[in-house]
């Protein structure tokens, strides 16, 4: 296979897409291929005129937009790198990304303007601040977005590329500050075409990548129900925009399970990419209020990434959309692959449970490959095509990014147990993993079965210090509308399915959301909640 470049690809499908083909669906929004080409070439020529160097960090500070993708293929074109920036930070945490990326340009919605003034005089590495907005409104600091989407007559940059070309995903910090992956374009693409090979031949080249998509007409329209500015979002519309397809988003800033709906039936979405059942349950329970409202012929996958999807949600899904193959992919920013699992009307696996990657191996603590079926639990590791490190981060880098006999791995910190077929049962995130009277507890095995208990919409699991056993292992819980909390029964509920040392200790409903707005856990509020609730009682 040859080195790939981003940048590369959309220039070489660029001239073969249909003048009608959407690239980028934002509500009534419609970015086509060749404007795409146009808008994205000229602004990342106005970018480099402006002092945007190769390699030039671009800080993205908006909601999802056809703006986000325009200003991604701008980048990869021009040679710039991609740093997102999480607009639910309040100013310092945004300062923090900004200062740590190194970015030079910030590209900014009219929204977040305040924020930006706040910072500006101390942002000092920063040259040009481009503002997303009414161009008669624009601050007086700052470019308008317009002026360089059409500046210029839309022609290619002509410039070349490298495999070595970068983006960064930053994440979101839940084990301490935000850290910045660094993903060469080249390992990006292979990362993403590896996790493809399963399901047949995949393009060695970009001659192969412009063949398919001449032969099989543009690829996928796909949504990205959570935001671009997360690691799953971003991802997913690399991998839409690279094949031809076009990247869908929603309008309403908060997540609306009608508005997808709507989407998928007007726009012909054909797959969706969420985060688990902080996007499903809603998805599911507007099918169930509204049965046979939305034409969903069209779609033919749901993937979810980032966190575990629980098994019912997934059968009510199956239930609506008979055709629909649902694929619970495991993958983090630092790396994609490490295993998948599918469900279909016909059935599935349980949930946590996945067919190991291609590319991956799971030792123990002394760094020993796990043996099938031994039930010893061990990290998940995966080589080939993997991040470069974190950005100005040597020690985490080595932490996470290490050589075992020979072989660079990416190692996230996700164990789990490899089972005697072979695949893999997920235990859980390492660095929140409770220490109790001497055993190990994984949160989320324990969250699972919580979650299978009927008054129970979600939860999260928490080490609170104990003096007795170090840590208790602790719940705090969502209940479903208008059921009773019974704690008692509960915890009867897990010790009937897990040792009696992983039954939570103590249970605390709350009405506090227990995720960030990309459906992942947020253990900082949960335990929080766990230690005031504990210390009250």
């Known amino acids: ?33 060749p404007e795409l080409s146009a808008r994205s070439n000229n602004i990342a020529r106005a970018l480099r005129r402006r002092g945007a160097d190769t390699g030039a960090k671009v800080a993205f500070y908006m909601r999802n937009r056809t703006e986000y993708g325009e200003l991604m293929a701008a980048c990869f074109k021009g040679r710039l790198t991609h740093v997102n920036i999480n607009y639910r930070y309040r100013p310092e945490e945004v300062f923090y990304i900004f200062d740590d990326s190194d970015s030079e340009v910030i590209v900014y919605s009219e929204e977040f303007r305040d924020c930006i003034v706040e910072l500006k005089d101390r942002l000092e590495k920063v040259h040009s601040f481009v503002e997303i907005g009414d161009a008669a409104d624009i601050a007086p600091f700052a470019i308008p977005y317009e002026t360089l989407a059409q500046e210029g007559d839309g022609s290619a940059l002509g410039i070349t590329r490298s495999p070595d070309d970068l983006l960064f995903i930053y994440t979101g910090g839940t084990t301490g500050r935000p850290k910045g992956v660094m993903w060469r374009h080249d390992d990006m693409r292979k990362a993403q075409l590896d996790t493809q090979r399963p399901a047949g031949p995949v393009p060695e080249t970009v001659e192969d990548n412009v063949a398919l998509i001449t032969l099989n ?16 979002g971003f991802i997913t519309a690399i991998g839409a925009l690279m094949t031809g397809g076009a990247v869908v988003s929603l309008s309403d800033p908060s997540f609306d399970a009608a508005e997808l709906w709507e989407t998928v039936e007007k726009h012909r979405v054909q797959s969706i990419a969420i985060v688990g059942d902080a996007f499903a349950r809603p998805m599911l329970r507007a099918l169930d209020e509204n049965p046979g409202r939305w034409d969903t012929t069209s779609l033919g996958a749901i993937v979810s990434s ?84 974190y ?82 292992v602790t719940a705090v819980v969502h209940l479903n509308a208008g059921v009773p909390f019974d704690e008692q029964a509960i915890r009867d509920h897990v010790r009937g399915q897990l040792a009696g040392y992983k039954t939570p200790k103590a249970i605390y409903p709350t009405d506090t959301p227990l995720r960030a707005s990309n459906g992942k856990a947020d253990y900082a509020t949960a335990k929080a909640i766990a230690e005031r609730a504990t210390a009250a009682s």
């Open 1 to 33: 296979m040859i080195d790939w470049n981003l940048g590369d690809i959309l220039d070489a499908i660029e001239p073969v897409m249909p003048r009608d083909a959407p690239a980028l669906i934002h509500g009534d929004r419609i970015v086509t291929w």
């Open 391 to 472: 950005y100005k981060d040597p020690e985490k880098s080595a932490k996470t990014f290490r050589t075992i006999n020979g072989v660079r791995y990416s190692i996230p910190g996700d164990w789990c147990r490899v089972e005697a077929d072979g695949s893999l049962t997920l235990l859980g995130r390492g660095s929140v993993c409770i220490n109790t009277a001497g055993e190990k507890v994984y949160p989320e095995e324990v969250e699972e079965v919580l979650k299978t208990h009927p008054a129970i919409s979600d939860a999260l699991v928490v080490g609170v210090p104990n003096e007795k056993w170090g840590q208790a």
């Open 217 to 232: 007409g543009p690829g996928r329209r796909t949504l990205s129900a959570c935001p671009l500015m997360h690691g799953t």
């Open 306 to 389: 980032g966190v575990m999807w629980s098994r019912e949600v997934k059968a009510g899904l199956c239930r609506h959309i008979p055709r629909v193959i649902l694929m619970d992919s495991f993958g983090a920013s630092e790396g994609l692959g490490f295993g998948l699992s599918l469900t279909t009307a016909k059935g599935g696996t349980n949930t946590a449970k996945f067919g190991i990657g291609e590319f991956c191996d799971v030792f123990d603590e002394n760094d020993r490959i796990v043996q099938p079926g031994s039930g010893v639990p061990g990290y998940i590791a995966r080589k080939g095509a993997i991040p470069l490190g």
